[in-house]
């Protein structure tokens, strides 16, 4: 046989290398790791999105609702401001309006804006600010009881009354916390005669007080021609102004307004004033 025909005999396979079973081992051992491992990432992830994540996302859910609530109030609360902003402008507008107002034929405004200016007193004479007007007070009861223009500022601090056109309130005082009263005489009969009793501010946790009264428009013969009443106030929020109205309702006019007031309850002395307070009173006169 010549040297090529042993050349191209087939050569037997060249069979791998056995494994020898220290590799085998460490082949499992890598694969056992590698499971460990995974279980280990997975649990892990688990605990951790339980014990950070979610509750994360929980506060930043409920953050975002808290932050719309609290965007919600504020567009709620900027409305409400230029609703209040709105209605204090159209209040002023009204106020300015009302001090501008001519006044009618046969209309007579008192509301003791010129005590502002001319006085420095907190409790000061009326005489002065009535006479102009034709109106004197008579028969004071109790006596030794005064009928004042009182300042609001000697008034609880100006924390009790809400002034409007004046600083100053007609009012009776030293009334020895007995039922009292006074009486307006007109030098000039009228048809008419308004008078508003001022708001009142309830502002500590006592709240605020005003006394019982009535007031009576009567003829020359001393006969009651109408009449306006308001119970004892005690009350813990503010209580609004109010405007009455005493009429003639015949050929008689009015010639005198007889105010009763009693700040007693259950017989005690309750209410922070003596008497009615009066801010501002318009006659028409008869034949004007």
Known sequence: MSLTDNARSPQPPVKPPEKLPTDRLRE??????LLVCAAVAGTTWKVCHELFVRPRDEKIASF??????????????????????????????????????????????????????????????PAPYLHPFGISVKELKPEGSEVVLHNNRALYEGKG?????????????????IPASFKLVFAEPCDSMTFTRPELYANDRNGVTHPAWSAHALDDGG?????????IIRSFTNVLAQTYTLIAPG???IVAVRFDSDGRLDGRPFAAFDAILIERMTLFRRGK
């Open 161 to 177: 009354v809400k002034p409007t056109t004046s600083q100053y309130f007609l009012t009776q005082t030293k009334t020895k916390n």
């Open 223 to 231: 006969e009651e021609l109408s009449s306006h009443s308001e119970g």
């Open 64 to 125: 975002e609702k808290e932050r719309a609530e609290v965007e919600k109030k504020l567009v709620t609360s900027q409305q409400q401001v230029r609703e209040l902003n709105t209605d204090k402008q159209n209040l002023e507008q009204q106020i300015s309006d009302f001090k501008a107002k001519k006044p009618l034929p046969g209309e007579v405004v008192v509301d003791f804006h010129e005590a502002n200016a001319t006085s420095a007193g907190l409790i000061i004479a």
């Open 251 to 253: 050929l008689k006019p």
């Open 28 to 33: 499992n051992w890598l694969v056992a790791v």
